[in-house]
């Protein structure tokens, strides 16, 4: 099994800056694809960012240029870096991994393996 818990979610106003960051321990089946998903209400989840084990990345279209998604496979630990946030941005966000061989931009259309419970960003004057 594989755990993990993300942090750093908090309320913050249009155009602030915000890292998320996701330990995982358990099993972790030699570095796994990693990724953000966020989910709003009445809204579909959607797939953010997602990096593989060799630090390859990949974004939805709505946050390129604003949020960076990174690892440190040493620590076990996923970053997201995002700036300049928007009020579209508000929802819970969610770190996920896969043990299965598939591209970034895969990952961002799937439904990971394993997930954590959640840290929620909300984005508002």
């Known amino acids: 099994q594989v755990q993990l818990v993300e942090s750093g979610g908090a309320s913050v106003q249009p155009g602030g800056s915000l890292r998320l960051s996701c330990a995982a321990s358990?099993?972790?089946?030699?570095?796994?694809?990693m990724g953000w998903f966020r989910q709003a209400p009445g809204k579909e989840r959607e797939g953010v960012a997602a990096?593989?084990?060799?630090?390859?990345?990949s974004y939805a279209d709505s946050v390129k240029g604003r949020f960076t998604i990174s690892r440190d496979n040493a620590k076990n630990t996923l970053y997201l870096q995002m700036n300049s946030l928007k009020p579209e941005d508000t929802a819970m966000y969610y770190c996920a991994a896969d043990p299965r061989r598939m591209s970034t931009v895969q990952t961002l259309g799937a439904s990971p393996s394993y997930w954590g419970q959640g840290t929620q960003v909300t984005v508002s004057s």
């Open positions: 358990g099993s972790t089946f030699g570095h796994p694809i």
């Open positions: 990096t593989d084990s060799d630090g390859s990345t």
